[in-house]
């Protein structure tokens, strides 16, 4: 049976609350490491915390059985990850021999032999998380800081923008997609021989396809980036052979899937074969498909639909995003919707899938509004890409403050309503979303490495609530060094 925490004050052991921080550092890490001791410290955060986390890890499992992996160490360890920015084997390294975060897990020990966490452990037990619990548990770290910082019937200031959070994928290409679904397919081919599910006959020519393959992709990508003489000539030249090399594998690799398909069935281990059996499944009808867009387009010179393309084998949910600014850069993954008040927190946040800025408004503030209720949110402020008029009029009915600059030409009272002080003044501070959008890319939210789209969102929601911890954490800090500062000048 998993357990919340239960720390052993053996000989040489530090209690949690007994841990020394440094208060005048300027690393990432102290400020989180205080904000999550300040959980643990104060009996209605820890007893909040920790029964959101029991109600995820332990849905549906019996109070019985080996113990997991305990739930103050799964918070503690995915804070540090995404606060640090840290892979898995710099948070392996950390949680083993880090002394102060060692110390707030309530393992170190200076005598005897203490606990070990593995990689693996690390990574199943962070796992088990999902986005909705880690918002929960957001809520939880606001309402604790509002508790440092928000003066008695003080309202909100809001202030929203997007930014994109890149998924962790190559440029994609139609010759190189096209090489990932032929190599990924031949990657399980091979396993399906070794596990014996596939004989060896008629693959023994296995790496000259792969060969082969990534030399056509190659000329392929050639042809089409170069220039010259009769360039469109010699590109279908060279893409034709590499269709008819692609096709001849996916042919071979079809008769392949039918031998394993009489195999399993007639030995009884379909349910031992079945993920194997739908990857290579996936990545042969991502090969077909490749080979349908490749020829549409450079044979026939067709243009794709957008709604047709894939921008990668490996995480499809991937968006193509474009905003069109100075630099025109493309960003491959989905936008965030931020959402961060005066102080700094970071209030609200969604991944977007397939939503265009000027749709987010409305869903935002009815969450704020079902969270917070009317009379607190004192202002809400967009860049131009929000504004539509309906949304603003509406916005308008329930809080007192809506910055939303209209694009274009405006008439006489939209031009006095944004000239007016009240408007230029919230709509000057607006920019500090920026900052808080910065913060969070560095808290990890940058790319993401890891893989799904519910996994992306998990990291997503695991970013913002390190970057509260940090912003809260720093706020502890500063009453430290005060309530420090005041001591000694009194002494």
């Known amino acids: 049976m998993r357990k919340r925490f239960e720390q052993q004050l053996k000989l040489g052991a530090i209690p949690i609350s007994g841990v020394k921080l440094p208060i005048k550092s300027r690393d990432e890490l102290p400020p989180i490491l205080m904000a999550l001791q300040h959980i643990y410290v104060t009996p209605e955060l820890n007893e909040e915390v920790?029964?959101?986390l029991e109600e995820r890890v332990q849905r549906g499992k019996k109070k019985t059985g080996r113990y997991g992996m305990e739930l103050w160490h799964i918070l503690v360890l995915s804070a540090v990850r995404l606060g640090l920015d840290a892979n898995y084997d710099r948070l392996e390294d950390f949680a083993n021999n880090h002394k102060l975060i060692r110390q707030l897990l309530g393992v170190e020990t200076t005598f005897g032999e203490a606990k070990v966490f593995s990689m693996q452990s690390i990574k199943d037990n962070m796992s088990l998380?999902?986005?909705?619990?880690?918002?929960?548990?957001?809520?939880?770290?606001l309402k604790a800081g509002y508790q440092l910082v928000k003066k008695k019937g003080e309202g909100l200031r809001i202030k929203v923008d997007t930014y994109a959070l890149e998924t962790h994928v190559h440029f994609p290409t139609d010759m190189n997609l096209l090489w990932d679904a032929g190599r990924k397919s031949l990657d399980m081919i091979e396993d399906a021989i070794e596990e014996g599910i596939l004989e060896w006959r008629g693959w023994r020519k296995g790496k000259y396809w792969r060969r082969e393959l990534k030399k056509l992709m190659r000329i392929s990508a050639k042809a089409s980036s170069g220039g010259g003489k009769n360039k469109e000539a010699i590109e279908k030249g060279?893409?034709?052979?590499?269709?008819?090399?692609?096709?001849?594998?996916s042919g071979k690799i079809g008769a392949s899937l039918l031998a394993i398909y009489e195999r399993v069935l007639t030995t009884n281990q379909v349910e031992m074969y079945a993920k194997k059996i739908e990857t290579l499944e996936y990545f042969h009808g991502?090969?077909?498909k490749q080979i349908d867009l490749v020829e549409r387009r450079v044979i026939r010179d067709e243009t794709i639909p957008a709604e047709e393309k894939i921008h990668s084998l490996f995480e499809p949910h991937t968006e193509w995003l474009y905003k069109g600014k100075s630099n025109k850069r493309v960003e491959l993954g989905h936008n965030i919707l931020v959402t961060s008040d005066q102080w700094g927190f970071i209030v609200d946040h969604v991944v977007v899938e397939k939503q265009a800025d000027v749709s987010l408004s409305i869903p935002l503030a009815d969450r704020l509004l079902s969270r917070y209720g009317e009379g607190v949110i004192e202002s809400i402020s967009f860049d131009k890409g929000f504004y539509k008029k309906e949304n603003k009029e509406l916005l308008s009915l329930y809080i007192p403050a809506v910055i939303m600059p209209k694009k274009g030409k405006k008439n006489k009272a939209e031009q006095e309503e944004e000239s007016s002080k009240t408007f230029k003044k919230l709509r000057h501070k607006h920019s500090a979303v920026e900052s808080d959008i910065n913060r969070l890319e560095h808290h990890g939210l940058d790319r993401c490495p890891d893989k799904g789209l519910k996994a992306f969102k998990r990291y997503c929601a695991l970013g913002v609530l390190a970057a509260n911890l940090h912003k809260m954490g720093n706020m502890l800090q500063e009453k430290v060094r005060k309530q420090c500062e005041k001591s000694r000048k009194a002494a």
């Open 238 to 249: 060279q893409v034709r052979n590499y269709l008819e090399l692609s096709r001849n594998l």
């Open 129 to 141: 998380l999902d986005e909705e619990t880690i918002n929960r548990i957001n809520d939880v770290v």
């Open 286 to 288: 991502m090969l077909n």
């Open 50 to 52: 920790l029964r959101l």
